[in-house]
């Protein structure tokens, strides 16, 4: 039976939807809108006569949520009050599923999580290092970018059994950028922890910070709001360049600060791969994807002259034509460029979830 799977995926300033026949793609589209239900109220009225069930990204599912679930009044409970981990981003997702729920009553909803494939961290990899009951209370590392990393990892046995099955760092290079590493396809260390804010420099994120840093700003500011609105919009390329948030401008541009900005994202995603590969006890791959990953040849480049210690060698050629096997024939890692695709992990999973009931 071919199943017809709508895809949403709603954050705080856009919707990005996909609607899948089995297997193939057959619309789709990014919205950009801060009116979310409206804007999945507009999709549903395009669509609602052809699909079965709508498969849910969902960026954060703490400690209930490990693997994809159908959605219920308790899902959503459960959601809402996860909302404070990913600000950003659960608000408009949960509009979407309300939307879904008041426009299309009785037709199965299915939430697939970011976090659920971290659900293999070690717990060395899990925890921060402060008082244990912490921990026990929900405040420790669950990484994110999950779906993206898992479409990568299905993808990579047709590409390379080394790196399918050996010890691989995905870069997520985009307006959230993350690190994964994995073996055997698992993930074992990622560089986003307790919330999407943690981690490499971003578009607009800080990424890795002195907690101090935040102390001092609170000091500063005296008003909670605004340091979350210096840290979840102001910051990374954004406010180091005081410019833009987004790479292709900052590599044309001329100012200093953009190219402080650009060398700073590389440096930083360098030494994340540098500290995966310590946590793999090894590296055999590297893997760039989304926006920066998959389209920036210049950051490509940047980041693997920091590693030609380690025997990382980029191809100039293939670099520059963002070819899907990037590495130098003499390389001793190998360095591929890969497009991620989150919407058909979803709508896999969706189907698989419900395949009983559609």
Request: with cysteine; net charge negative.
């Amino acid at each position: 039976m071919s199943r017809s799977i709508l895809v949403l995926n709603a954050g705080s300033s856009t919707v990005k939807w996909a609607r899948f026949d089995g297997d193939r793609r057959v619309a789709g589209a990014t919205v950009e809108s801060t009116d979310i239900d409206a804007t999945v109220k507009a999709i549903l009225e395009l669509q609602s006569a052809r699909f079965d069930a709508v498969g849910h990204r969902l960026v954060h599912g703490g400690d209930d949520f490990t693997a994809p679930v159908r959605i219920d009044a308790e899902t959503i409970a459960k959601l809402e009050c996860l909302e404070p981990l990913a600000p950003l981003h659960l608000p408009g997702a949960i509009a979407g599923i309300r939307a879904v729920q008041r426009l299309c009553p009785g037709v199965p909803q299915v939430a697939c999580f970011d976090t659920a494939f971290h659900a293999t961290l070690p717990l060395e990899e899990r925890m921060f290092g402060i008082p244990r009951r912490y921990y026990h209370q929900g405040i420790r590392r669950y990484g994110f970018h999950g779906l993206s990393y898992e479409s990568i990892a299905g993808q990579l046995p047709a590409v390379s059994p080394r790196a399918a099955n050996g010890k691989t760092v995905v870069c997520h290079l985009g307006n959230g950028a993350s690190l994964c590493g994995m073996h055997d396809r698992m993930s074992l260390t990622t560089t986003m922890g307790y919330t999407p804010l943690d981690g490499l420099l971003m578009s607009a994120r800080p990424g890795r910070l002195d907690p101090g840093v935040v102390l001092q700003l609170m000091k500063i500011e005296g008003s909670l709001e605004v340091v979350e609105g210096v840290l979840g919009h102001q910051s990374g390329l954004l406010g180091v360049s005081g410019i833009s948030s987004d790479m292709r401008i900052l590599l044309s541009a001329k100012e200093p600060q953009a190219a402080e900005a650009v060398e700073l994202f590389c440096s930083c995603v360098a030494k994340e791969i540098v500290a995966a590969a310590t946590v793999l006890n090894g590296l055999d791959a590297i893997v760039f994807t989304a926006g920066i990953g998959e389209h920036a040849a210049p950051v490509r480049q940047r980041i693997c002259d920091r590693l030609a210690w380690l025997g990382a060698c980029l191809d100039s050629i293939a670099n520059a034509k963002s070819e899907r096997r990037l590495h130098a024939s003499d390389s001793t890692i190998e360095i591929y460029q890969l497009p991620t695709d989150e919407e058909s992990v979803i709508a896999r999973h969706t189907a698989v979830l419900l395949g009983d009931a559609l």
